[in-house]
């Protein structure tokens, strides 16, 4: 079994997320894979900040919408590849997890 590990710039937007996709195929085709994906590009600089503003009592608004707008963009650039029928039971598994 291998264990890949991604994170950082080699998740940074859809395309070098489906760049992780393609090497993982890859190894799968040999192996058995176990994949590990850490914060994208930023994110852990942006969480680390974030958590120093809310120490000092001040609102991490800013933050949280930076977070949400990062991975709303890869998201929607991977999504507009799916088509609805493959779309649809990732979106009832989320309802059905409590996710609006």
Known sequence: MRVMKFGGTSVADAERMRGVVALVAEAR?????????????GITNLLVEAARVAQEGEPVQGACTR?????????RALAAELTPAQTR??????VALGVE
């Open 29 to 41: 085709k040999q192996e058995r894979v176990t994949v590990v994906v850490s914060a994208v590009s």
């Open 67 to 75: 977070f949400e707008d990062t991975h709303s963009a890869i998201a």
């Open 89 to 94: 039971p990732l979106a009832e598994g989320l």
